[in-house]
Each structure stands twice: as structure tokens, then as C-alpha cells.
Antibody
């Protein structure tokens, strides 16, 4: 059974780059059946999709974050990563990784527990 | 981008009540809609996909309907453990978008 686990620093300074990793167990991120996504939730607010990654290397990003995001996968370690540059206080949130089928198909059926990131000096 | 609008933003009901949450897409998405339940300090949980398909392990009191632009999540008999915030999400095309959420209280 797939299990996802986020990891990364809990505190990032303004203007720096946030880097998070999602380690996948119970299956391979090379699976053709799934995409791998990042979603965030600012304190007291709703869910925001950040981007999705396919094993081929194809990436799909939120237009509002596209200029600051890079997503990548490390097949050898069965994990994928998010980099968000030039962070501000508005990037403070719980960050989740999740699995989903392709666009037009089912929802995000496996989620990590989430990791809290605070942007502050 | 496809905008998703949920209503109401909150609902208070009694145990055993039937409640309905609405979700509207700014353009047609067929049946590419998912519903999630999120309890405090927990990750969201997929309830419904494809607008009406129940995710494995989800109680049958949850159901989804709709197609095109208008969708509904129904809880047929509200239980205390259903207290949570519910979100819809369009899965038709990137960028994926979520509704603003509906908080269900007892």
C-alpha cells in the first residue's frame, strides 16, 4: 500500500528557497498510472494545488506560482521534490504531497501527513 | 483556469440529518470532480471521485452527483464523526482547482 511522507525544514527565511521532499513507499513513482502532486494550505484557509509531476519528467504548475516553482523526481530513491524560491510570509502553510491519476480521471487518493513550513526571519 | 465555488460555506445540523453541499464549476468539467473530507490537523481524505464514485472504505451515507458545472455531495444521515470541512476539486484539466470548503458542524 502506498505511503507518502513529506520532509524538509520547518522554518525558512524570507527571500530564500523552500525545499521539500516526498518519499514514497509501497510502490514506485515510476508507475505509469499515477502523477505526484504538491498541495498547500495556509493557516485557517483552504487547499491550493501547487503542481504535479509525471514519471516521464512532465510537470504542471500553478500559474500563480509557476515562476518560482521547480518539481523533480529521483527515481533511484523513489522520491520527488518541490523547490519554491523567493519565499514570503504568504508561503507559510502546511505542505502536502499526494498521488493522483491523470487529468480527467480520479482524485488524489493517497496523501502524506503534511509538513508545516513557516516563513520568518 | 476553472474556478470552483462551493456553498454554503458552513452548515450546522443534527445527528441523523441529511445535508447537501453544492459545488459549481466556472465551465463544464464533465464528471471530473472529486470530494474530500478534512478533519482538523489532518490531511484531506478522498471521498468521491468521478463525481459519483465512492472511494473504497468510505461509508455509503456519502454520495455524489452531478455533471457539467453543477455537483452535489450528500450525507444521508449525519454522524458525529462527519464533523469536518469538505472540499470539491476539479480534475478535468491542469491547473487543478479546489472549492473554498464547507465546514460541517453538529
Amino acid at each position: 500500500q502506498f505511503h507518502l511522507q513529506e520532509s524538509g525544514p520547518g522554518l525558512v527565511k524570507p527571500s530564500e528557497t523552500l525545499s521539500l521532499t516526498c518519499t514514497v513507499s509501497g510502490g514506485s513513482i515510476s508507475s505509469r498510472n499515477y502523477y505526484w502532486a504538491w498541495i498547500r494550505q495556509p493557516p485557517g484557509k483552504g487547499l491550493e494545488w501547487i503542481g504535479s509531476l509525471y514519471h516521464s519528467g512532465a510537470t504542471y504548475y500553478s500559474p500563480s506560482l509557476k515562476s518560482r516553482i521547480t518539481m523533480s523526481a529521483d527515481m533511484s530513491k523513489n522520491r520527488f521534490s518541490l523547490s519554491l524560491s523567493a519565499v514570503t510570509a504568504a508561503d507559510t502553510a502546511v505542505y502536502y504531497c499526494a498521488r493522483h491519476a491523470g487529468s480527467g480521471a480520479g482524485g488524489m487518493d493517497v496523501w502524506g501527513q503534511g509538513t508545516t513550513v513557516t516563513v520568518s526571519s | 483556469d476553472i474556478q470552483m465555488t462551493q456553498s454554503p460555506s458552513s452548515v450546522s445540523a443534527s445527528v441523523g440529518d441529511r445535508i447537501t453541499i453544492a459545488c459549481r464549476a466556472s465551465q463544464g468539467i464533465g464528471t471530473s470532480l472529486a470530494w474530500y473530507q478534512q478533519k482538523p490537523r489532518k490531511a484531506p481524505k478522498l471521498l468521491i471521485y468521478g463525481a459519483s464514485s465512492l472511494q473504497s472504505g468510505v461509508p455509503s451515507r456519502f454520495s455524489g452527483s452531478g455533471s457539467g458545472t453543477d455537483f452535489t455531495l450528500t450525507i444521508s444521515s449525519l454522524q458525529s464523526e462527519d464533523v469536518a470541512t469538505y472540499y470539491c476539486q476539479q480534475a478535468k484539466s491542469f491547473p487543478f482547482t479546489f472549492g473554498g470548503g464547507t465546514k460541517v458542524e453538529i
